[in-house]
């Protein structure tokens, strides 16, 4: 099936054959769904620390920053803020010239409030030789929308959404890529330090290094640090190969395999190679002024909290199993530890004979483990906390999203629309062992939690294989506890109006 030229177009990437057949019998065959226990609930999987708790937290996680330790915040922004602007671009190509759906006139009747107002007003007069005002006085309302998206203006169509203008300040507006440093110097500095990763598409990669060299020494003086910040692309090889409607693979007009970027459990591999203790991960579009930021500084050092005291008590236990000097109560000590603690439940334990017992707990502690915070549902789209069946047969707590589910089964769609809780991206991660060694963070993903999708391509339909995903199936192998954290905290910007929102003001 596969031609001499695609052997060599596979191998340019950094693919071998056998994944390319792995992922075609994948398009054949399917995924499993997930088989759930429950929705995770607030004392069933999920922890909301009253305040007493919060603040010993948040000194667990000061002390353990005081040892020295390398934190690095993680932020996947490969994505193009082309999205944001889909009303915008309609508006643009419509029959009419003024602003006719509620979304267009909340637009323009609010544009002076947009943090890049004094950008576009600029790029309007530069191409126009008007300003906003003039031109919406002379009813020009797309020659402003074509300034905000298109190259010859602001660009903002084809940008990356870390480099868009989100908020205001006395100082001049900031980028959520600004906002992401700031964050790392609030929670994520340790040593006069802060780490800060951005994974970004290889076209970007210039508009981030840019920006960054303009702001990074001002905001390092103003927090009194050091700031080093990398970048990574996401590798050819995590990307996967397109099948036809029939399962074989989808070609370009030239003959050419067409392969897709793998989604962002892509990532995974990009994590694996930073060099740390411990990593923040967060959405590039999760972001507030500073006059809002307290209560996301202060949960994420109760999540870092949360965290570092489990794998304090992981560790000390791997050290135990491993001298041998346990008895019988010891181990059901660690069972409590795990079962309750770590939410990781085996129902048929009591079974398993002592030396097949060691030998289970030191597989369940010695992992990568995370920390997620999850806010209440108020109907955002995206995944949420489950109890869900792995592999193994073990329950523990998982990240789902809605293509996880079988929509068949009415108890789990019960489950899935009924649930409490949600999931913001909003993770925190230990990721190397009791011995100071890094975890081989691709040995634990649960590859049969990718997904297929149907998309198309000059016409034609396709069908589309994700990885899976980054806080998914690609971390279904790590312990995982679930912490409430307030609304507040969780701020995405999916259109250009949510930078209208209060949170954004």
Sequence with gaps: MLSKQDLEQIALKGISEEQINMQLEEFKTGFPFLKLEAAASIGHGII???????????????AYKA???????????????????????AFVDAPYDVPTTDFEKKYFDNLEKFAFYDALDAACLKNEGKGIKALIADGQYK????????AEGLNYGQLPKGMLLFHKYPEGPRTPMEEHLVEGALYAASNGEANVHFTVSHEHIGFFEKKVAEKKDGLARKYGIKYNISFSEQKPSTDTVAANADNTPFRNDDGSLLFRPGGHGALIENLNEIDADVIFIKNIDNVVPDRLKSDTVEYKQVIAGVLVSLQQKAFAYLRLLDSGQYNHEKLEEIIRFVQRDLCCRKNDIKELEDAELVIYLREKLNRPMRVCGVVKNVGEPGGGPFLTYNQDGTVSLQILESSQIDKTNEAYMKMFTEGTHFNPVDLVCAVKNYKGEPFDLPAFVDKTTGFISSKSKGGKELKALELPGLWNGAMSNWSTVFVEVPLSTFNPVKTVNDLLREQHQ
């Excluded at 305040?51 to 000194?59: F, G, I, L, P």
């Excluded at 390398?70 to 889909?86: E, L």
């Design 143 to 150: 020659a402003v929308a074509a300034n905000m998206l298109r």
């Design 48 to 62: 909301a620390p009253d305040a007493e708790e919060r603040q010993r937290m948040v000194d667990a996680w000061n």
């Design 67 to 89: 040892e020295g330790k390398k934190i690095v915040k993680f932020v996947p922004a490969s994505g193009a803020a082309s999205r944001m602007f889909k009303d915008m671009f």
